[in-house]
């Protein structure tokens, strides 16, 4: 089980991040500009996070494995389309039907541990190789991504999760044991699930639209202001109107998973948009080729999976998680001071090496004790909702992150010059948020496996 459910969620995180390497392909072939080609990172990470709360609670409902299996089924065909794409809207639309495979399948995943393994040192070790695939899966999008680009098209990016989608449905029938679904005849929480994600997709849209038209637009605040009444309708309706809410609200008197949620949100903030300006920086300053900037990103990898599989664990028997997190989050915070000063003239080893070593040890410390932290406490009948909770405040703040950070990073000049300082703006943004998260983490509950 533990096997088949990180597979899966390899295949997930690795598709927020396998088309950023092949971004400046994909503008070239379907006519993106500079602002609008983070829709196509977008239009995934959105609509995955607005629906993850509805996917979380359809593992609840009508049973994990089921769900889970429809989660493959619709990430796979959704690649395809989007592989076979020959223009930009397409392209777009099949992201956003993969962000909704994503959404059904990300959440069992994690449901089908949190039921498998009791809270304590088991649940900790699996959480912490469920989070260090999911860090694996990111980084290793950057490198597949590249050698695919390079050597066969942009398109094999998205055609890849064909036949490992297809494979997953067969171990997943194998391996994972059918359960029974809830107890009661659910009635799905549609109108919230529509307020979620239109709200997301309309803020962000308008945090994005500063970038072109600045703050002061119509269309920035026009976007701005109807995402947030949206998203005050969505909690209004969760709170009074519907029957079986995504989010059931007793969750948040949970001080760990309120609090544990707002450290995610705003980590995420910083842990995803950054591939984004990674990548950019090493292609359009540095000059690294795709396969150049995909293996670039193994230091990220190696050593995010080696503090979270085997050094984090083994601190949290010792030390207060809250602790262990602070720590984590300024660490990075001084790894992500580093990369904002990357030049034109910046080597390998100075440049992106040496940053990467410390945000990553940071990352690497901080994932798992936020992920036992937020489905700590949940009865197993929420631990769907709880689960969907977490992975939606975490794309929540990796999309709004990447749509208020391009506002910083934008610049008419696309000298590289200008553009590395656009850049090393967004980076130093990142490391002020990431102190933040250690200052919100102190917040949590005293905890230690």
């Known amino acids: ?198 709200g997301l ?62 450290t995610m949100l705003l980590a995420g903030a910083c842990l995803n948009p950054m591939w984004f300006f990674l990548t950019l920086s090493m292609q359009n300053v540095l000059g690294y080729s795709p396969v150049e900037t995909g293996l670039a990103f193994i230091p990220h990898t190696v050593v995010a999976i080696v503090i979270g599989t085997r050094v984090t664990p083994w601190l949290m028997r010792y030390a207060d998680g809250r602790v262990i997190i602070a720590a984590g989050s300024l660490l990075a915070a001084v790894g992500f001071w580093w990369q904002a000063q990357l030049s034109v003239d910046s080597g390998y080893l100075a440049g992106i090496f040496g940053p990467a070593v410390v945000f990553s040890i940071g990352s690497g410390l901080l994932n798992t004790p936020i992920t036992t932290a937020v489905t700590s406490g949940v009865a197993t009948a929420d631990a769907g909702a709880a689960s969907g909770l977490m992975n939606t405040t975490k794309q929540i703040g990796g999309a709004l992150g990447l749509a208020a950070l391009v506002t910083v990073a934008a610049t008419n000049d696309t000298g590289p010059v200008a553009l590395i300082g656009a850049y090393d703006r967004a980076f130093y943004v990142i490391a002020v948020i990431m102190v933040a998260v250690a200052i919100v983490a102190l917040a949590l509950p005293a905890r230690r496996d």
């Open 1 to 198: 089980m533990l096997a088949v459910a990180c597979a899966s969620q390899f295949m997930v995180v690795l598709d927020i991040s396998v088309v950023n390497v092949a971004l400046p392909s994909i503008r070239d072939a379907l006519g993106f500009d500079e602002a609008g080609q983070q829709w196509v990172v977008n239009a995934y990470a959105l609509t995955f996070a607005g629906l993850l709360l509805l996917g979380g609670r359809l593992a609840d409902w009508y049973g994990r494995r089921k769900i889970f299996v429809t989660g493959l089924a619709l990430f796979a065909g959704a690649s395809l389309a989007g592989g076979l794409a020959n223009s930009a809207t397409l392209l777009v639309v099949a992201r956003a039907v993969q962000g909704l495979g994503a959404a059904v399948l990300a959440p069992a995943t994690l449901t089908i541990l949190t039921a498998t393994f009791a809270e304590g040192p088991a649940r900790t070790r699996a959480l912490a190789t469920w989070t260090a695939v999911g860090i694996a899966g990111g980084t290793a999008g950057n490198l597949v991504g590249g050698v695919l680009t390079e050597y066969l098209s942009w398109r094999a990016t998205l055609l890849i999760n064909v036949p490992i989608g297809a494979a997953a449905i067969l171990l997943t029938m194998r391996y994972v044991h059918g359960d029974r679904p809830g107890p009661q005849r659910p009635r799905l929480d549609v109108t919230g699930a529509v307020l979620a994600t239109a």
């Open 201 to 262: 997709g309309v803020l962000a849209f308008g945090i994005a639209e500063a970038a072109n038209s600045g703050w002061s637009s119509s269309s920035t605040i026009a976007g701005v202001v109807v995402g947030t009444v949206l998203l005050a309708a969505f909690v209004v309706v969760e709170a009074r109107w519907a029957a079986m809410p995504l989010i059931p609200l007793g969750l948040f008197t949970i001080r760990s998973v309120s609090v544990g949620n707002v």
